[in-house]
């Protein structure tokens, strides 16, 4: 009876890691995470953990803050730069034909 409780036990405790084994390669499966790859997981881990450090760091967030404003700013710049331009163009534009206007008028009635 011993050796058949034994027995018993051993397949229950091999069961017991196969199930447990499985729902742990289940579970990372569905979050993702490639089991037979156990370092590169841990890379990606150390990497989201340094990750984390980096964006809850406040002179980091200070640091996007300031590119980010740098950038407006810059958007800013180009878009005004280039309705200058257009304004500049169309006032050209008019001024030549005012002029051009202005001749045709004063050339023909003199």
Do not use: C, Y
């Not at 017991?16 to 089991?35: C, F, N, S, W, Y």
């Not at 340094?50 to 950038?71: G, K, P, S, V, Y």
């Not at 257009?86 to 206007?101: P, S």
């Amino acid at each position: 009876m011993p050796t058949e409780t034994l027995k018993d036990q051993a397949l229950l405790e091999r069961i017991a890691a196969q199930a447990a084994e499985r729902a742990v390669k289940d579970t990372l499966t569905q979050l993702g995470i490639d089991h037979t790859q156990p370092l590169e997981a841990q890379r990606d881990f150390l990497a989201l953990r340094e990750m984390r450090q980096l964006i809850t760091d406040n002179q980091f967030q200070a640091d996007l803050m300031h590119l980010r404003n740098w950038r407006k700013t810059m958007e800013g710049v180009k878009s005004k730069g280039s309705l200058t331009f257009i304004g500049l163009a169309v006032t050209g534009i008019m001024a030549a034909l005012w002029i051009g206007f202005k001749e045709m008028v004063t050339g023909a009635g003199g």
